[in-house]
């Protein structure tokens, strides 16, 4: 099992986004998150790949524990040293790309692993190379992040989270800032990585991709997991009516 | 007294004008940088202390801060430091500079946006590789414009020496021109002020064409 969420509570302020959240994905699977703004999907990338800190429950990687809940009800982290080895097990792909403006793409793609997991520059520059190969961009390997299209710049920011070599890498709707002839070719990227196996969270609004690429999709509204299971149920024939409240949105 | 001789007379007080420049640049802008990132502690008395700093320097006149920073030890505290003037002025200078570029940094620091913090993190930069490779570069290029402005301004306020009778440029035209009965001196002056601005602007907007590799 490369990632466990058990029953994961958050709380910003008064507002409680997350209100028992658990979830798992083993290694291979692709996971998508589909749900109405606000529901908290956002928060749960966050708090999986540490950006935010939880308030309860547990967070496991690889079978390691990186936060738990202690007998006074507390969430727990582990030093930050160790929580170093576990943000190297997760990747994520932003909404709005945060690529490095001051970096070329080679750049943006080789200082991570060279000054963060110490990879040597020849090693760090082929696994660049190859992977702009895969998302097909290597021709850009020398321009700014300003002269890129919004897909590209997308493209190289997988290819930034991939150069880490992540166990699992996780899409906070990666398509949301694109136009639709754009999110094409991101979708068409993830959809690969899909092919080859790699372990992948996906929050996103796009639902025939999600029912296409996902090996099982999680419904999330007001901070609580719906429904969920193989996408074909909860698409075609889902059982909860604030499911089917959502997706009819999207019949339209 | 001809020309050359008022300019040849002059020239001692544009190496000090210069001297004063160069030691107060040297001086405030990397403590301006630590007054900026000072602001951010946990300890509320130091982010207080800063801002009273901030406040009182940026709010009084620098002309009074140089008086303040020659006869206060004396006046205040009953020492006497012997060969004080020059360090008062560079003390002075340098800590009220350190104050106008500690807010310019802050400006810069505080519009990069939080995302860039947010992916540096994911990746693993610990918090000193993410603020010296990926937040300061972009901030020195968002700041050259206010700091530009910053030093042009310090090329004339070199001129307040004078307060401290110490002999630069202005305080040495001042001293002919009345010896003289001439304007000259003053002339003499201006264009120097005006030269040195001019090399300070070319320079500067070099400075932001190489930064302009991308936007």
Redesign the interface.
Known sequence: MILEMNNIRKHFDDLEVLKDISFNVDSGEVVSIIGPSGSGKSTLLRCA???ETIDGGEIKYMGKTAAHTDDSGKAVYVSHQEL?VF??Y???V?Q?F?????YNVLKNLT??PM???HRSKEEAEATAMELLGKMGIADRAEA???QLSGGQQQRVAIA??LA?KPEILFFDEPTSALDPELTGEVLKVIRQLAEEKMTMVVVTHEMPFAKAVSNRVLFMDAGVVVEQGDPHDVFDNPQEERTKQFLRVFER | MNFDTMFSTMMPGMLRSFGIFTLTLVGSLPLGMIVALLKKSRFAIVRGFISVYISVIRGTPLMLQLLVWYFGPFYLFRMNIGDWRFPALILGFVVNYAAYFAEIYRGGIESIPVGQYEAAEVLGYSKTQTFMRIILPQVIKRIMPSVTNEIITLVKDTSLAFTLAYSEVFSLAKQISASQTSFTPFVIAGVFYFVANYVVAFIMSRIEKALDYYK
């Open positions: 790949t540490f950006l170093h943000r190297s997760c990747g994520l932003f709005q945060n690529l490095f403006p001051h200082d991570a000054h963060v997991q700014y992040p300003y930034r989270a880490m």
